[in-house]
């Protein structure tokens, strides 16, 4: 069983849903970041939907490359947030994340070719795959994450209807050329971000 008949869920069915360590959702209420709504008569904790929208947000904003301790300032000092919002700039970090794979993903293909052309290879190509492999692993600044939001927001504000469904249709194209695992991870992640408390 996941969750208790009221909708709450003890530690350890939370970090089995959420692919957490029990141990970051213990480290996690002692900075006070995410304290459980309540605790069982033998002191277990348990998170009840609330608890899992701000879990959500840190973890959010944590990949926003925030430290834990401005995290928590913010989330005391906005206890309530639209959750779509934090979402909308999680797509905008995805979105930029696949843009630099993509990009990698060409230039592997170019020095691949070079090394089946030459048998030595070429240094200077190796030397600029390794830049962007670096560039990819490295997470998004907040300051590029809030530059991603709004250059989205005015690049979709500039789209004709057309366009609009020609972007629907190359997001479609994208999640097609994922792997079966990766797209019911996907699918799963979504459906959890979506579902209702």
Do not use: K
Not at 51 to 62: N, Q, T
């Amino acid at each position: 069983m996941t969750h208790a008949t009221d909708g709450t869920r003890r530690i350890g069915a939370l970090a089995r849903e959420t692919g957490l360590s029990i141990r970051t959702l213990r480290y996690y209420d002692r900075l006070g970041l995410l304290t459980p709504s309540a605790r069982t008569e033998g002191g277990h904790r348990c998170y009840d939907a609330d608890d899992v929208r701000r879990l959500h947000r840190v973890l959010a904003l944590r990949g926003f490359g925030l430290p834990l301790a401005r995290i928590r300032a913010l989330l005391d000092a906005e206890p309530d947030h639209d959750p779509a919002e934090l979402i909308r700039r999680q797509l905008d970090v995805v979105e930029e994340r696949l843009r630099q794979t993509a990009e990698l993903r060409i230039r592997l293909l170019g020095v691949l070719g070079a090394l089946d052309a030459a048998a030595d290879g070429s240094t200077e190509a190796l030397l600029n795959v390794i830049e962007e492999m670096t560039a990819v692993a490295r997470p998004l600044t907040p300051e590029q994450v809030a530059g991603l939001g709004e250059a989205r927001r005015r690049w979709a504000e500039s789209l004709g209807e057309e366009e609009l469904r020609a972007l629907h249709h190359r997001r479609a194209e994208i999640f097609a050329t994922l792997g079966e695992e990766e797209r019911r991870r996907l699918t799963d992640r979504r459906r959890r971000a979506f579902a209702q408390p």
